[in-house]
């Protein structure tokens, strides 16, 4: 992204928080457009002039709702961070921890490959403050949720490592399986299918 965008003082707080319902459906209509011209060209290629455009109002309308392009990003990330976090709740309370690493990363995968703007939005994350800080957030939520269940399943666990192991899993498929969707499809699949491997043994060791 480019320093216009990363800059740590910008304002990134919405200028309209939407009430009414005609509110909601704009800012819906902007984040729906602005995310489907985020995954065709990439954020850095993307002007808040385009994004007026796709989204039929004036650029003055635009700036009505947020601020900047940086905005409209991190608006973005925070859907895709709450619908992955209700995602991974949804599925471990209804997958054996035996299937959980299999399950759980193919969701991820296809969640990353299919999530408009994804990719294009969360490759960008160490040069955004803001991006950072989401990504932090989704990781400790599924850190703690992911440490609740093993504490019930193997209590005998030292907590310190349970909590280490909690951290490293989620963090360790996130990053790998973003490199994966930027990758041609059959080499994306090995690399999706080895780190099953890995993580699957990583666990059977942790609690044998």
């Not at 895709?80 to 990363?105: M, P, Q």
Request: hydrophobic share 40%; aromatic share 6%.
């Amino acid at each position: 992204m480019s320093s216009e965008n990363t800059d740590s003082g910008l304002d990134v707080t919405p200028r309209r928080r939407p009430v009414q319902a005609r509110s909601r459906e704009r800012v819906e209509t902007i984040l729906q457009h602005a995310a489907a011209i985020f995954h065709d060209i990439g954020v850095d290629a993307t002007s808040m002039s385009a994004i007026a455009r796709q989204s039929d109002m004036s650029l003055a309308s635009l700036y009505r709702y947020f601020p900047n392009k940086t905005a409209i990003v991190k608006a973005i990330a925070e859907r895709h961070v709450e619908k992955v976090e209700s995602a991974l709740r949804d599925r471990l309370g209804e997958t054996s921890l035996a299937d959980a690493v299999d399950v759980l990363i193919d969701l991820f995968y296809e969640f990353y490959r299919t999530e408009p703007a994804y990719s294009a939005i969360w490759s960008g994350v160490e040069a955004m403050p803001e991006l950072r800080h989401l990504d932090l957030r989704e990781l400790y939520s599924h850190a703690r949720d992911l440490d609740a269940r093993l504490e019930v399943e193997f209590p005998h666990l030292d907590k310190d490592k349970r909590w280490t192991a909690s951290l490293m899993l989620p963090r360790t498929a996130g990053s790998i399986l973003r490199l994966a969707v930027t990758l041609p499809e059959d080499q994306a699949k090995n690399l999706v299918r080895e780190l099953k491997g890995m993580m699957t043994a990583y666990v059977q060791a942790l609690v044998s």
